[in-house]
Nanobody, 121 residues
Framework: QVQLVESGGGLVQAGGSLRLSCAASGSITSINAMGWYRQAPGKQRELVATITSGGSTNYADSVKGRFTISRDNAENTVYLQMNSLKPEDTAVYYC???????????????WGQGTQVTVSS
């Protein structure tokens, strides 16, 4: 069994900051890429940022320069530092990880339950 548990969402004023965390636990051999996605009401889920096990990062154009993704491989945790938040950043944020379970031969994608981020104007 593998679980991704997110924390750190909430309500913040425009221009403020939040830090999201996502910890993976369970029967894990290794984790490849980890990332954050978001889904606003009435919109499709979109990529926010990803990070490989080696630390290479990728960001959506809309968050470049404002958000920073990082990870702690020893703790199987990925973070998203969000600065200069805008009302359009309001969404449910989901953690994603490509995980190789113990005894498995290939990685599978796992998702967290989502955490709400609301930015007021």
């Amino acid at each position: 069994q593998v679980q991704l548990v997110e924390s750190g969402g909430g309500l913040v004023q425009a221009g403020g900051s939040l830090r999201l965390s996502c910890a993976a636990s369970g029967s894990i051999t290794s984790i490849n890429a980890m990332g954050w996605y978001r889904q606003a009401p009435g919109k499709q889920r979109e990529l926010v940022a990803t990070i490989t096990s080696g630390g290479s990062t990728n960001y959506a154009d809309s968050v470049k320069g404002r958000f920073t993704i990082s990870r702690d491989n020893a703790e199987n945790t990925v973070y998203l530092q969000m600065n200069s938040l805008k009302p359009e950043d309001t969404a449910v944020y989901y953690c994603n990880a490509e995980i190789l379970r113990r005894g498995a031969y290939r990685t599978l994608p796992y998702w967290g339950q989502g955490t709400q981020v609301t930015v007021s104007s």
